[in-house]
């Protein structure tokens, strides 16, 4: 009779327990909504920096001359009338200095015949 008068007790705690830790209001269900809220507002912070850089972008594309012109000159390749523009080709990489292969096969070693 005693052990069952342990017994009750220690399965309503039990149960108690594991609903405070598993069950949907838990502690593992209230820690990982934690972990979502820090990065929405991560996120939120970064797309807040975003959109003021663009809003500053756009005031300087409506009022900012030089700023269109230098985006002018740089995306599309305008240039002033007075302006010459040289292009040079990319070179590429040269083979190795034919003096370097040939010091390469000397010190293979000559095989016995």
């Known amino acids: 009779m005693q052990k069952r008068l342990f017994l009750v007790p220690?399965?309503?705690i039990i149960f108690i327990l594991y609903f405070t830790v598993f069950g949907d209001?838990?502690?593992?269900?209230?820690?990982?909504?934690n972990?979502?809220?820090?990065?929405?507002?991560?996120?939120?912070l970064e797309l807040k920096?975003?959109?003021?850089?663009?809003k500053r972008e756009i005031t300087a594309l409506q009022t900012d001359r030089r700023y269109l012109e230098s985006i002018a000159r740089r995306n599309f390749g305008f240039v002033r009338g007075n302006e010459t523009i040289y292009q040079f080709p990319e070179k590429a990489k040269a083979p190795a200095p034919q003096g370097l292969q040939e010091a390469k096969e000397d010190q293979k070693p000559a095989s016995s015949k």
């Open 10 to 12: 220690a399965a309503v």
């Open 25 to 33: 209001r838990g502690l593992l269900r209230i820690n990982h909504l």
């Open 35 to 44: 972990r979502d809220r820090d990065e929405m507002q991560k996120r939120l």
């Open 49 to 54: 920096g975003e959109n003021d850089k663009l």
